[in-house]
């Protein structure tokens, strides 16, 4: 126990692993690194999305839609167009809620999860204005991954050209996904992805920040052909602010459940949970509705059961976005779903200066079981006919002259028309 513990000491004080790297043995996220004024900062936003006076008349039915381009760094000279197209879908049907395996989500979480109206797009135009198909691709037989200990400031050697990777487009306006071997120079390979969280976001350490050069989120090519795999939508998480559910303890607090997101619908946990999906599992006990951990979140490290985020992450991404990352996004206003209303039926009865024939005809819809009745001046009926085809002519030339009165009943007997008519 000593021994590992004293290693574990020593890979922090040696270097710290890409912000927000995942599969890996984490160490960055210590208690130095989670900043004070998190709470109050996302109080606040979630208390501008919450506010309807604040967030503004379209807030509710905004979709955010981010362009994305696709940094391929490989030997191999195909990309794979279908995989690409696959993997942003996946990540739209992920961010919209929309991923078949919602319906594995646990039932005590259901009230809980939400749709994050974000939506991203392969850039159809480079930053100078020439066509594009959302992607680049630069060929060579490098890989990208650093060992432990290695400084941070060399995790992100894919993203220059000098140092075989290829540079950011317009970070402000694109989300860069970098997809590389993050295999290290030992050979082993400690991260799926990581990414920069927005800059200037009060909820990391600075250190962690993307600025022009660096913003973006890199992708090992393992896990991108990896179907099913959830490594893209959880590195854009962080790259949409969000941090670790477990709020990223050291490791060495002796304080347990100490750290949180700070996000008030993720129920609080211990620490990740590393690849199990074992649903028993409650690591704290919290004072007010214990809930277990939530398994499912994407914000986790679990395999393969995560399927949710939250609405309090939801609402943190797109404050994010608004404050953070306001020139990137598209608005796309959802159209107001038309209330539900029982298709009108018209009916038309003609002439009403009737001769030998009445003529009743449904111009937009017809249904079975309506049916006819000619009602005398004194209410005594007269005709009495079921309408079996949308276009009925009845013969009334046996009617003495007069006025009378036509209606169209339906099944139910309701009158959906009534026509004073002339003989
Ligand atoms: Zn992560």
Redo the contacts with the bound molecule.
Sequence with gaps: MAVRLCIAIMVCLLGRTPA???DSLRCGFGRGSFNVPYDQWYRHAVEHIRTPAKRGAAEPDTTYIIPVVLHYIQQAFIIDYQLMHDRIAQLNADFRRRNADTINLRSIFRSRVGDARIEFVLADSTPDGLPSQGYTRTRNYLTFGIDKGTPYSQAHKMKFDSTGGIKPWDTRKYLNIWICDLTTPMGFKYTAGFATPPFNSPNWSAQYYGDSLIDGVVIDRSSWLSSGNRTLT??VG?YLGLR?VSGDPSGLSLEPCLFDDSIFDTPRINGQNLWHCDKSTNTCIEAVDDMPDMLENY?D?TADCRNSFTKGQVALMRYCLKTLRKDIFDLKIDQPKEPYREKEVRVMMYPNVMQDKLYVEFTDSFSQGNHLVVYDMLGRKIVEKTLVEPLTVTDVGALSGGIYIAAVKNRAGDVLTEQRLLK
Excluded: I, L, S, T
């Design positions: 927000g790297a995942q959880h590195e962080h670790h914000m490290y």
